[in-house]
């Protein structure tokens, strides 16, 4: 082996370990106020119980973010092709009366709750919890569902949903 090569390998070694020290301490400068507007989503997945079938979700999604850490939420979801129960707007739909709160790290990471109201017969509404990055300055969310309580359940189903935001607004090109 000729001297350089190792001198080389050496040096691509020091790269790449600092690039993957470089991500861990990145700071981007996001805040909660990156997370700020009405955002689209399409949301996909599916619930996996225990001991039972695999029950798809599939749906869409408005959530306004308030810019300091709370957010409400309209929305269309299907389960295993049938609309899910609850309080909807009598015009358009969609379920209403969704709320929680979001928190932006300054690496642009994330995490959500969201709390939905009880749907007809039960007491208390399901719970979601989300993980989540923001690209394009804020204006591109992609969450991952970290934890589901079913309505009326202190008890997670094990899950496997994801969804995909984009900021509405028009561009000033149209």
Not at 8 to 14: D, E, Q, S, W
Not at 61 to 87: E, I, K, W, Y
Request: charged share 15%; net charge negative.
């Amino acid at each position: 082996m000729k001297p350089y090569i190792p001198a080389i390998l050496l040096v691509l070694a020091c790269a790449v370990s600092e690039g993957a020290r470089a991500q861990s301490g990145d700071n981007d400068g996001c805040t909660n106020a990156s997370l700020f507007g009405d955002y689209a989503f399409r949301v996909d997945g599916q619930l996996l119980p225990p001991g039972a079938p695999p029950i798809t979700r599939e749906g869409v999604a408005m959530t306004h973010f308030d810019g300091v850490g709370n957010l409400t939420q309209v929305d269309f979801v299907m389960s295993s092709g049938a609309p899910l129960a609850g309080p909807a707007d009598p015009v358009t739909g969609f379920h209403i009366h969704e709320q929680g709160s979001y928190k932006v790290h300054r690496d642009c990471t994330g995490s959500a709750e969201i709390h939905f109201p009880p749907p007809p017969g039960a007491t208390l509404g399901a719970e979601i919890d989300l993980m989540f990055v923001l690209g394009d300055h804020g204006r591109i969310i992609h969450t991952i569902v970290s934890r589901v309580l079913q309505p009326g359940s202190g008890i997670p189903v094990p899950v496997s949903i994801h969804s995909d935001g984009v900021k509405m607004g028009f561009s000033e090109s149209w």
